[in-house]
């Protein structure tokens, strides 16, 4: 496995592929690697020749400062993790590197900047779309990899590609869970052993929203349902829970069971947030 910190010496390795004809995989993280990543690796490594994985923690997508100060930084675990993995390359910058100066530019994704994560996190995806592009345009792979877990992410980062004629394809692969149903988090970690049992309000409301709905139940009496949960467990602070398109992101306000859609929740677990979703008609 070898280690890079810069563009320059990427290119030396990247030419080096591309004279050979091979296909590079991309996994793009923030560190605190966990089994959720590791089978993104995996995806990665099944498809394509070359695989790189990318450790950079984006200043410029957390809206929240403490969120970015507590968000753990494990550089020698996880590159232990990667050597054990195999990984080909990984790409290791510090801050100056990709910030030479602070961007002055900025995205919008329409729609997708209101509703949801874009409504609660004003400015995130701005941020995600910035590194994003940074990172494709660095490392120039043949496929990028990101997980279901962060729906809304994977449809404003697939919709970065489309209008931005990027030449890689994404592949969406499916959310890790504990066997609790737990959604694999870098956050996870700062949850107490309490708050831990807690967060499993999320799972378990998407879980029990999806059987209702296909029952025959109204969209509006499962959400108030799951609201009430929230509300009497006084560890959780729930920010939205919706049923949306899983690619276009429109809110439905009823269940089709013909349309294809999604369950996406976001709640504070203590003072920890976590999301999750659950596909209904994929």
Avoid at 63 to 82: G, H, M, R
Avoid at 109 to 132: M, Q, T
Avoid at 236 to 244: A, D, G, K, P
């Amino acid at each position: 496995m070898q280690v890079f910190n810069n563009e320059a010496k990427w290119h030396t390795y990247w030419i080096k592929t591309l004279q050979t004809h091979k296909s590079i995989g991309f996994v793009p993280t923030m560190g605190a690697l966990h089994e959720g990543h590791l089978e993104l690796i995996k995806a990665s490594k099944k498809t394509c020749d070359i695989t790189v994985v990318s450790i950079f923690v984006n200043p410029i997508q957390f809206n929240n400062a403490e969120d970015f100060e507590k968000y753990p930084v494990l550089t020698d675990q996880d590159l232990s993790l990667l050597r054990q993995e195999e990984v080909d390359y990984v790409f290791l910058p510090s801050k100056e590197t990709i910030y030479p100066e602070s961007p002055v530019l900025s995205f919008n994704f329409g729609h997708l900047e209101n509703v949801l994560e874009g409504e609660f996190r004003p400015g995130h995806f701005s941020g995600v779309g910035i590194i994003v592009s940074k990172l494709f345009n660095i490392i120039r792979p043949t496929i990028a990899f990101f997980g279901q877990k962060d729906l809304q992410q994977v449809a404003i980062i697939k919709r970065l590609v489309l209008d931005l004629s990027f030449p890689l394809k994404i592949k969406v692969v499916p959310t890790k869970r504990e066997q609790d149903g737990l959604a694999l988090s870098s956050r996870n970690m700062r949850l107490s052993s309490i708050e831990r049992e807690k967060a499993l309000l999320l799972i378990n409301s998407l879980i029990q929203a999806k059987n209702e709905l296909l029952t025959g139940k109204s969209w509006l009496e499962v959400r108030n349902k799951v609201r009430q949960s929230f509300e009497e467990e006084p560890l959780t602070q729930l920010e939205y829970f919706e049923l949306v398109h899983p690619e276009t992101f429109e809110v439905f306000r009823e269940f089709d069971p013909h349309k294809k859609s999604a369950i996406c929740v976001a709640s504070f677990v203590g003072i920890v947030r976590l999301i999750d979703n659950l596909s209904i008609n994929p």
